[in-house]
């Protein structure tokens, strides 16, 4: 392995892995450095019992660019999509209520007050634009539509994708479409006629592979090969100047022992804190930006049962609970109703989370005590009769990033600071959503600008300035 690199990637994670391919396929030498003994991060898929779960993301949205990167790698026909029409179901005063999926099942639903219907259709006539300072999730839903609608479906849709506080957490950063359909549109309604009218290709899905998401963790790190280093610990990372460049030392270290590598470019795509504390030998401002973000704890249990043993509803994508339900659990997702291979047959898989931003301490409870807790509140809600055939639990002390108010700002200024560090670029979850997507997308647009960087004379006076 050559000690002097063109790029490097820090973080093995779909981040960096992404970023990583993209650069390798466009002829770029680079290394990808993996502290942990195996690349993926949290994108983990296991087989037990006859039972197919994921100890991470369930599925992911499937966008232009992960479509393009699971037929680069060559396993597009190994991708599942779920029924777009599958049930999704919130509970409400105790029963399993169906999420309406049209303009008219909204004005038919019992999920929401003739008020809460009065003001969805109101959206259509009448135009709002958002206000300069960032604004919560909370605060918009009260402004645009009602409380009830915060309570019964944007609550419990921001515990399902964030598990974070809807008070907290800010629209602009969290979830920018939908701040973008206001400014330009005026309605949100109408936007959303509007964003239907797209490219077949940009049609998102709910998908996974059909061996569970580390499929795509697996073909990224076989196209890699030996671009992709685990085991590998970055310690410090200085600024260098290399053949008359500016550039960068990344001190590692391995079993073997301790190794100095230089890269011209550098792509920091590990988690924030550990991103954070490796930057802030560069720049103590920047360290405390990617140190300072939240994080939500969440605890995920996997819970298999024969068909015959669940009287209530099981077809579908799952169900969210609103908090004022008085329920541990934010929601579960009926795995093996939504993709084929998850269970035995005549068997049913479920994934229940607990946790988030509202119940932080529910992630750190003792595992059997979850296990117990999921299968109660599920046996309630799902009328289920005697115990699991199986179970699993996995806990994440830091999850899911939280995009509350202040965090596009804060990484504005982040990427500012990068700025100043010719060669320097973040890539992950924290940055432009947690979703596997985004995170792709992001990477892609990450490989492109070291490209360009790398193709660039050197400036003299960066060169000078190390």
Known sequence: MSNDLPVIVIGGGISGLACGHFLKRAGMEVLILEAAERPGGVIRTRQ?????????????????????????????????????????????????????????????TPLLSGRSKRALAGGLLRKTRPPQDDES???????KFTPEILERLAGPMVSGIYAGDP????????????????????????????????????????????????????????????????????????????AGRAGFSVQIERPRG?????????????????????????????????????????????????????????????????????????????????????????AALTTSFAGGALDPDAAS?????LAEIAHTELAGVMNIRGWPAFQAVRQYARALPQYNLGHGARMATAEGICASFPGLWLAGNYLEGPALGACVKRAQRVARAAQEFLRQPAPAAAAEAI
């Open 48 to 108: 037990e019992a006859g039972f197919l779960f994921e100890e991470g993301p369930q599925s992911f949205t499937c966008t232009r660019e992960l479509r393009a990167l699971a037929r680069d790698l060559g396993i597009a026909a190994e991708m599942l999509e779920a029924d777009a029409r599958a049930p999704r179901y919130v509970l409400l005063d105790g029963q399993l209520t169906a999420v309406p999926l049209s303009p008219l099942a909204f004005l038919r």
């Open 137 to 143: 999730v909370a605060a918009f839903v009260r402004r």
């Open 167 to 242: 008070e907290r957490l800010s629209l602009r950063a969290a979830f920018p479409s939908i701040h973008e359909l206001e400014r330009a549109h005026g309605s949100l309604l109408r936007g959303v006629m509007k964003a239907r009218r797209k490219d077949p290709e940009d049609r998102a899905s709910l998908s996974t592979f059909r061996g569970g998401n580390e499929v795509l963790v697996r073909a990224l790190a076989d196209a890699l090969g030996r671009s992709l280093l685990c085991g590998a610990q970055v310690r410090h990372i200085r600024q260098a100047k290399i």
């Open 258 to 346: 301790a190794q100095t590598l230089e890269c011209h470019a550098l792509v920091m795509a590990a988690d924030a804190r550990a991103a954070g504390g490796l930057l802030a030998e560069l720049s103590p401002e920047l360290g405390g930006l990617l140190t300072g973000i939240e994080f939500a704890g969440v605890a995920e249990v996997a819970l298999g049962y024969e068909r015959r043993q669940i009287g209530g509803p099981c077809d579908g994508f799952g169900f969210l609970v609103p908090r004022q339900a008085g329920l541990r659990l934010l929601g579960t997702v009926w795995n093996s109703s939504l993709f084929p291979g998850r269970a035995p047959e005549r």
């Open 365 to 369: 409870l003792d595992p059997q005590t």
